[in-house]
């Protein structure tokens, strides 16, 4: 037992070389898995249709209706949505159960078996496979998006958690466009090569399989869930801190875990619907909920759903546009990347509350490009500009910096059912957005930025008004912040409610 506490130790020391590795295999079979997840469907859309069609064919003899194509595709399309649902509702629960890194490396089944079914399908005539397939997919990343930035915040020591945070985001991105570069007709975009393009999912999980199982558990979770299972406890970690060579940010770490660990004596961690009747949480779980939401609700799908018409209007031939497009998914990533350097400098509110207020001046811009689209031959390439832009913002601010604070903003027992409540307002946001925004864009056409406008700027007004900096603080010390937000808040109702009663 005590050679787990030396690798526990030993990953706090050494954060330059391990945590990096950690940090791959980590991400590469978890935010990675989403966001190729999300890109690769697009590639296939027309031959996986042809597909249905000639199975229906063969079993029916007759060629399948407009109205039921659409069905299925759309049922293989939102399969994925309704499993990231599912995932993210049991994410927190196998953390608990298997522990931070078990429940990573548990998860890969459901991206295997996903694999298979999916490149199966073709060769047994059942588009049905496509659909169970999207669907373990789905839970798959509901899962990964759940339990990764939990294990990298708490692997985390303290000066880097933000810049570990971050790299949910990176990886998030990185996916995007590597499903974009794969799906590319030069490599596995031709429509013969489908079966193999849906089933390149399983190379993420094998890597992390291989690799992750190098890299110990969750210091945290070990040391303070585990700590009377395991006889973990921090007596044993004094003595090998000790006998390190350097030991003031180890310190750091052990009194910051020993903290939480004795405020959590005796507590079992809480459960998603207890989060809702706890008082202590109660302005963190909003938080977590309006942050969630505007991930999804910010404008960032209506980008993406007219970048293909602006390229297209600035003069892109139509074979290019996926080139252009993959640009878009590369300005992502960089941007990501960029905020991993900054994180720590300006701090997560300043980054995310900048990031709402750019992204909403964006749309602005974007709303009057598009009306007077016609009106001037450099208008297309403004619009270019704007569309780079608000990536460039989202990914500054939102896209990178959401997942870092949902764990700060929580301690040990409540961490994981946050990221589950927080994953699945996430994933019904993203379903919700599907289903109303064609409608949205039909009737407003380029007017739709103003919607997301209010929304941008009704999200960084909370987060100004209501959530700390979390910089460099300790989770316990965040925790303390909102607390005493609440008692300074009692303490001026009940001096009101005073002061009315005495004026009468």
């Known amino acids: 037992m005590e050679s787990t506490c030396v690798l526990c130790i030993f990953f706090l020391q050494v954060p ?33 249709q042809v597909f249905i069609n000639q199975t229906w064919l063969d079993r029916y003899n007759t060629h399948i209706s407009a109205q039921l194509l659409m069905l299925l595709w759309s049922s293989i399309v939102s399969g994925f949505t309704i499993g990231g649902l599912v995932g993210s509702s049991v994410g927190g629960m196998l953390a608990i159960r298997f522990g931070r890194k078990g429940a990573l490396l548990v998860n890969n089944t459901f991206a295997l078996l996903a694999a298979l079914l999916m490149g199966l399908s073709y060769f ?62 030069s490599l596995l975009g031709r429509d013969e090569y489908w079966p193999v393009l849906l089933s390149s999912t399983c190379v993420p999980a094998l890597l992390q399989l291989v690799l992750l199982p190098w890299f110990p558990e969750s210091p945290r979770y070990l040391l303070i869930d585990r700590a009377n299972d395991l006889a973990c406890n921090l007596g044993t970690t004094h003595r090998l801190h000790t006998s390190a060579s350097s030991y003031d940010s180890m310190n750091l770490e052990r009194e910051d875990i020993e903290k939480e660990r004795l405020s959590a004596s005796g507590i079992r961690p809480k459960k998603p619907w207890e989060m809702f009747t706890d008082r202590s949480v109660r302005w963190q779980l909003l938080t977590v909920i309006v942050i969630n939401m505007a991930q999804q609700l910010n404008g960032i799908n209506a980008i993406y759903f007219y970048t293909g018409y602006v390229f297209t209007q600035a003069g892109i031939p139509a074979d290019q546009i996926p080139y252009a497009t993959v640009g878009t998914g590369a300005c992502e990533c960089i941007t990501a990347l960029i905020c991993l350097n900054i994180c720590e ?28 689209q016609d009106s001037s031959s450099w208008m297309p390439y403004l619009s270019m500009v704007c569309v780079f832009a608000f990536i460039l913002s989202f990914g500054l601010g939102p896209g990178g910096v959401t997942n870092a604070l949902i764990t700060e903003l929580f301690t040990q027992m409540t961490r994981p059912a946050a990221y589950m409540i927080a994953g699945s307002v996430n994933w019904l946001s993203f379903f919700f957005i599907g289903m109303v925004f064609p409608f949205i864009v039909n009737g407003l056409t380029q007017y739709c930025f103003l919607v997301f406008l209010v929304v941008c700027c009704l999200v960084a007004t909370f987060i100004f008004f209501v959530v700390p900096e979390t910089k460099n603080k300790t989770f316990l010390e965040i925790e303390a912040e909102f607390l005493s937000r609440d008692r300074k808040g009692t303490v001026a109702s009940s001096t009101d409610g005073f002061v009315i009663s005495t004026s009468f």
Not at 133 to 156: H, K, T
Not at 163 to 172: E, V
Not at 359 to 369: Q, R
Request: charged content about 10%.
């Open 16 to 48: 330059s070389k391990t945590l990096l590795m950690a940090v791959a295999a980590a991400c590469i079979g978890g935010t990675f898995q989403y966001g190729y997840n999300i890109s690769i469907i697009n590639a296939p859309t027309k031959a996986v």
């Open 124 to 185: 047994a005539g059942a588009f049905e496979l496509l659909i169970i397939g999207r669907f373990l997919s789905g839970v798959n990343a509901g899962v990964g998006i759940c339990v990764q930035p939990l294990y990298l915040g708490e692997v985390a020591p303290r000066p880097l958690r933000g810049a570990m945070g971050m790299s949910t985001s990176i990886f998030l991105t990185g996916g995007i466009l590597m499903g974009q570069l794969i799906g590319l007709k």
């Open 345 to 372: 400098m300006l701090g997560r509110r300043a980054l995310i509350i900048g990031g709402y207020f750019l992204m909403a001046l964006c749309c602005i811009c974007f709303t009057v490009t598009l009306t007077f």
